[in-house]
């Protein structure tokens, strides 16, 4: 809890320095009056293509768990996938997500090994399909591009490229995931940390888990594309809610694929940087390479703030309800079942004090 309050106030204060420092001296009436301006009907295409991306993450999640004969429903996957979206959003790098979303997946008995395969798996086509589009659709977008921001995006590239090679040597690669696990212990004995046996025999089970799972992964190839093309269409609704807030500001002389192919190396760019919901970094690039888009400083602004709030800051706020109300529903489900428990002991005592008062 503690932990979870510093990110939360860490993730607070980023924003408020974001904002504060983009919109100083800035006109914001100005802004405000925009935003009351703007059409609702492309507002509501674009939180329409929004929940259509969490409910295409949840299906991923439930197909795979499929795979791995864990049964679940779609209604949970969604809770799932808005979990690891609020603890990704509050935690440096998004390093928080998976391991949140295990935990919570945890409590509904599904298995873990079959869980961190899962996101492993749905995470390695997360990354194959942002840095492809990403990498594709920078060779129309450079020249809109400065040199700091094609500096990032190679950094971000770089980044998520090793993230990606990483996953698939967990999956795949016994062999090399053993020398990692012998690299770490060398750490762990140059730092002297205690119990490494303990910790070294820990790893190794987990590993032979996964790769056993991998085993039955790897039969399944047509379920991995099928994963990998739900993937891509996942990623390229996320990203045309850009378009949409683009038209429900009145314009329309860019079509859905230039808009769709701007914020995809945006996202590229952005995502490997170590910030909580790459806050501040997301904006400080929207602004970049949307300014040829939208020629006028506070229409441009504007653009951000709205993009921003249905795409990020929105989804967070949803996330973070379905997080609280998990934890108050978890938390009634276990006092009942403890009150359950007491009560079938207190009969079986009774039952058994009976029972010991006719044999005598």
Not at 21 to 28: A, L, S, T, V
């Amino acid at each position: 809890m503690k932990k979870n309050i510093r990110n939360v106030s860490v993730f607070l204060l980023l924003i408020y320095l974001t904002f504060y420092f983009i919109f100083k001296g800035q006109n914001f009436e100005e802004i405000l009056n925009l935003i009351g301006k703007v059409d609702l009907k492309f507002i509501a295409l674009a939180i329409f293509f929004m929940s259509f991306f969490v409910i295409c993450d949840g299906f991923n999640i439930r197909k795979m768990l499929r795979n791995l004969n864990e049964k679940t429903t779609i209604w949970k996957c969604i809770k799932y996938s808005l979990i690891g979206f609020f603890f990704s959003a509050i935690t440096p790098a998004a390093s928080g997500g998976q391991p949140m979303q295990i935990y919570y997946m945890h409590k509904d008995n599904i298995k873990v090994e079959n869980s961190t395969l899962t996101f492993l798996i749905n995470l390695s086509c997360m990354q194959v399909a942002t840095i492809s589009l990403a990498l594709f659709n920078m060779i129309f977008n450079y020249r809109y591009m400065k040199l700091p921001m094609v500096l990032l995006f190679i950094l971000g590239i770089f980044l998520n490229l090793s993230a990606l090679i990483f996953l698939l040597i967990a999956i795949f690669s016994r062999r090399v995931s053993k020398g990692i696990i012998n690299f770490l212990v060398k750490i762990m004995k140059f730092f002297r940390i205690r119990n490494i046996d303990a910790k070294k025999e820990k790893l190794e089970n987990g590993l032979k888990k996964y790769q056993e799972n991998a085993k039955e992964i790897r039969k399944r190839k047509l379920a991995i594309l099928k994963n990998l093309l739900r993937t891509y269409i996942q990623y390229i609704s996320f990203f045309s809610v850009t378009y949409f807030v683009y038209r429900a500001l009145g314009f329309n002389e860019y079509n859905i694929f230039n808009l769709v192919a701007i914020q995809s190396v945006l996202y590229g760019t952005v995502s490997g940087i170590p910030l909580p919901g790459s806050v501040g970094a997301s904006e400080s690039a929207y602004l970049s390479l949307f300014e040829h888009i939208y020629k006028d400083k506070n229409i441009l602004e504007t653009a951000m703030l709205v993009d921003r709030v249905i795409s990020f800051y929105l989804l967070v706020t949803i996330s973070l309800v379905v997080v609280v109300i998990n934890d108050i529903y978890v938390k009634i489900k276990n006092k009942n079942n403890k009150e359950i428990s007491e009560n079938e002991e207190k009969i079986d005592i009774v039952e058994n004090e009976g029972e010991t008062k006719w044999n005598y």
